[in-house]
T-cell receptor, first 115, second 111 residues
Framework: DTAVSQTPKYLVTQMGNDKSIKCEQN?????MYWYKQDSKKFLKIMFS???????INETVPNRFSPKSPDKAHLNLHINSLELGDSAVYFC??????????????FGPGTRLTVL | DQQVKQNSPSLSVQEGRISILNCDYT??????FLWYKKYPAEGPTFLIS?????DKNEDGRFTVFLNKSAKHLSLHIVPSQPGDSAVYFC??????????FGQGTTLQVKP
């Protein structure tokens, strides 16, 4: 019974295309996140939503737009894909973004390859 | 500016021995630290955490030590098992919900 799931697991596309990655969590958490793991394996936060409200927005190009239809879902839409967008994207969720003792749980990742 | 650093990219230990993974941080505002384990083609899995008000937290074979004055934490795995072979990420939080990750250490436990 998957706690945080992402689709698709692999995504190969051409430069300039628009694509979306979907994330769902069944943990009943209030907060969801998107992270990017680049070619150097660094995991960096991109966005965070709490109860459908954007609370963290790192310096990410505005071609990336998160959308949260409800608190169990956080999708990532990417416009005009570029070669540098190739990475593994991880979705995560946690109960509450406030307390420092909050633990985030990650999905399996989506490997995006832009040709 | 890398606020969380794992200076050892890899570590190899013999099965049954102790594995010690290290992590350093620079931001004194961090007050919660976590270790995640990651297998290839999977997401990071939460392993163990520690609040800055403690200096040790233990969970079975895994113990995390925190030295606030040195801004250093370590993960001890005793005894190490081949199934522990994975990439281990250290992460830190300052209460904003934003986790800052180190670059990971690949642990190989040899049978």
């Amino acid at each position: 019974d998957t706690a945080v799931s992402q689709t698709p697991k692999y995504l190969v596309t051409q430069m300039g295309n628009d694509k979306s990655i979907k994330c769902e969590q069944n943990l009943g958490h209030d907060t969801m996140y998107w992270y990017k793991q680049d070619s150097k394996k660094f995991l960096k936060i991109m966005f965070s939503y709490n109860n459908k409200e954007l609370i963290i927005n790192e310096t990410v190009p505005n071609r990336f737009s998160p959308k949260s239809p409800d608190k169990a879902h956080l999708n990532l839409h990417i416009n005009s894909l570029e070669l540098g967008d190739s990475a593994v994207y991880f979705c995560a969720s946690s109960q509450d973004p406030g307390p420092s003792t909050d633990t985030q749980y990650f999905g399996p990742g989506t490997r995006l390859t832009v040709l | 500016d890398q606020q969380v650093k794992q200076n050892s990219p890899s570590l190899s230990v013999q099965e049954g021995r102790i594995s010690i993974l290290n992590c350093d941080y620079t931001n004194s505002m961090f007050d919660y630290f976590l270790w995640y384990k990651k297998y290839p083609a999977e997401g990071p899995t939460f392993l163990i955490s520690i609040s800055s008000i403690k200096d040790k937290n233990e969970d079975g074979r895994f113990t995390v030590f925190l030295n606030k004055s040195a801004k250093h934490l370590s993960l001890h795995i005793v005894p190490s098992q081949p199934g522990d072979s994975a990439v281990y990420f250290c992460a830190a939080s300052g209460g904003t919900g934003k986790l800052i990750f180190g670059q990971g250490t690949t642990l190989q436990v040899k049978p």
